[in-house]
C-alpha cells in the first residue's frame, strides 16, 4: 500500500462533466444491481421471519447468513486471475453472478420458515454468495473505471443505485407479502434480477494498461504485500473497521425495531423505507459533491460527526413509540448523515486499491468495512430482547466514537492517501 504523491493535475473537469460520462451511468446501474438483492436477505427476510413467529433473538442469529459478505476476499483473487471469455475483465463475472441469484431467488421463494428454517437459511447463504461475488467484480469495475478526482463522485453513483434498488427489491417483497403472499414477492424480485443482466452487457468497459495476474499465487501475494507493506497500514484497515461500525449497529434490526414501534410491514415498505432511500440518496449526491471539496480528511470528520450523532433521533423514537414527525425526522436525518458518511468510507477503500489486484484488495477491505454489520447480529438482537430498544441506540452512539478519533489523529496519512496515483 505504497502513497505515492501524484502531481497536481492543470485542471479538474467539471462536477456535471463527470456525471454525465458514461461509465457514471454505468456505475449508477450496476450498483443497483449490487444492492437489490441485499435485502431480500435482510429487511425482506427479517419480516418473513417476523410473521413466522420468530424471536428478535433468532433474527439476530439468521442475519450470519450474511457471512459471504465478510469472506468474499477468500475468493476474490479468482475474480482477479480468471477472466470469463466475454464482456471484458469484469463485466462477465456481474453477468454470470446475475443470473445465478435470479435462479436462487425463485428458490428461495419456495420455502416456508414456519416449518422449517434451514432450507430458508440454505437459499439465503446461497443468495449472499452470489450477490457477494458480483460485488466483487463490481467493485473492481467501479474502482479501475474512476480516477483520483472521480472517486467521490463515483462512490456516489454507486450509492445512489444500490439505495435505490435496495428499496424497491425490499419495498415489493413487504407491500406484495402483506396483500398476495411472500411467494409472489420473491418470484416477482427474481424476474428483475435475471433483467438486469442488460445493462451490464451494455456497459462501457474500463480501459487497462496491464493485463490480468500472471499466476493465482501473484493474484493474492502481491497485492496483500502492497495493502500491508506501510507501518500505517494496520491502522487505517481498522479504521476502515470502525468508521462505520455505529452507524452499522444502529440500522441491523432496522425492520424489527419499526415492527416493535408499531408500524406495519406496508407502512415500513411505503413510507420508512421510502424515506429511507430518498435521504440515502440525497446523503450520496450531496456527500460526493461535498468531497469534491471537501477532500478525504475533512469529509470524513464531518460526515462521521454527523452519521454518529443522529443514531440518537432513533434512540427518541425509542422512548417516545409510534410517531410518524419523529420517524421522519429520525430516519431522513441519520440515512443522509450515513449515505455521505458512506461516500467517504467507499472513496477511503477505493484509494488504498491497486488496479491490477482490485478484485481482491477491495473486497478484502469491504469485508473489513463489513464486519461490524454481520458480526453484530447475534449481540444486537440480544440486546434489544434484554436491554430494551432504548439502550440499544446508546449503545450505537458510542460505538461510533472510536472511528472519529481515529480520523483526527490519522488526518496527515488520509491526507497524503488521498493525492496517491492510482
Known amino acids: 500500500m505504497s502513497v505515492a ?82 464482456l471484458g475483465r469484469r463485466r462477465g463475472w456481474v453477468l454470470l453472478m446475475q443470473l445465478a441469484l435470479a435462479a436462487t431467488i425463485a428458490l428461495f421463494a419456495l420455502q416456508n420458515p414456519a416449518a422449517s428454517l434451514m432450507p430458508v437459511a440454505i437459499c439465503a447463504i446461497a443468495i449472499v454468495f452470489f450477490s457477494a461475488t458480483q460485488d466483487i467484480a463490481f467493485d473492481a469495475y467501479r474502482t479501475d473505471v474512476a480516477k483520483p478526482h472521480e472517486r467521490g463522485l463515483a462512490a456516489a453513483a454507486n450509492n445512489l443505485g444500490y439505495r435505490t434498488s435496495a428499496w424497491i427489491a425490499a419495498a415489493l417483497a413487504l407491500v406484495i407479502a402483506d396483500y398476495f403472499g411472500w411467494r409472489l414477492g420473491f418470484m416477482l424480485l427474481a424476474v428483475i434480477m435475471a433483467g438486469c443482466g442488460v445493462a451490464t452487457i451494455l456497459a462501457p468497459e474500463a480501459e487497462y494498461t496491464q493485463g490480468p495476474p500472471r499466476t493465482l499465487k501473484e493474484s493474492l501475494l502481491v497485492p496483500l504485500r502492497e495493502l500491508l507493506g506501510t507501518p500505517s497500514a494496520v491502522v487505517l484497515i481498522l479504521l476502515v473497521v470502525l468508521f462505520k461500525v455505529g452507524d452499522a449497529f444502529a440500522l441491523r434490526l432496522f425492520t424489527p425495531f419499526m415492527m416493535d414501534v408499531g408500524f406495519s410491514k406496508t407502512e415500513i415498505a411505503l ?64 440515512n443522509m448523515a450515513g449515505a455521505m458518511g458512506n461516500i467517504a468510507s467507499v472513496a477511503l477503500m477505493m484509494a488504498l486499491c491497486d ?19 454481520y458480526m453484530l ?21 458510542f460505538l461510533a466514537v472510536p472511528g472519529l478519533l481515529m480520523v483526527w489523529f490519522m488526518r496527515d496519512t488520509i491526507r497524503r492517501l488521498d493525492q496517491k496515483v492510482a
Open 271 to 334: 413510507v420508512l423505507k421510502a424515506l429511507f432511500t430518498a435521504s440515502a440518496v440525497a446523503g450520496a449526491v450531496v456527500g460526493g459533491i461535498w468531497m469534491v471539496k471537501l477532500g478525504l480528511v475533512r469529509s470524513m470528520l464531518i460526515f462521521g460527526v454527523l452519521q454518529t450523532v443522529t443514531n440518537l433521533l432513533y434512540y427518541a423514537l425509542a422512548l417516545t413509540g409510534k410517531s410518524y414527525p419523529l420517524m421522519v425526522a429520525a430516519v431522513v436525518m441519520d
Open 377 to 397: 447480529g447475534g449481540p444486537a438482537g440480544w440486546i434489544a430482547d434484554n436491554g430494551g430498544w432504548d439502550v440499544y441506540y446508546i449503545v450505537s452512539f
Open 355 to 373: 488496479v491490477r489486484f482490485s478484485a481482491f484488495q477491495y473486497a478484502l477491505l469491504s469485508s473489513f468495512a463489513l464486519m461490524p454489520r
Open 5 to 86: 504523491v501524484a502531481p497536481a493535475p492543470a485542471e479538474k473537469p467539471r462536477i456535471r462533466d463527470v456525471l454525465a460520462s458514461p461509465k457514471m451511468l454505468a456505475i449508477l446501474v450496476l450498483g443497483a444491481s449490487s444492492g437489490f438483492p441485499n435485502q431480500i436477505t435482510e429487511s425482506a427476510l427479517q419480516a418473513w421471519l417476523k410473521d413466522s413467529g420468530a424471536t428478535n433473538t433468532t433474527i439476530g442469529i439468521l442475519s450470519y447468513v450474511a457471512l459471504p459478505y465478510l469472506l468474499k476476499f477468500l475468493w476474490a483473487p479468482f475474480i482477479d486471475r480468471y477472466p470469463l471469455p466475454l
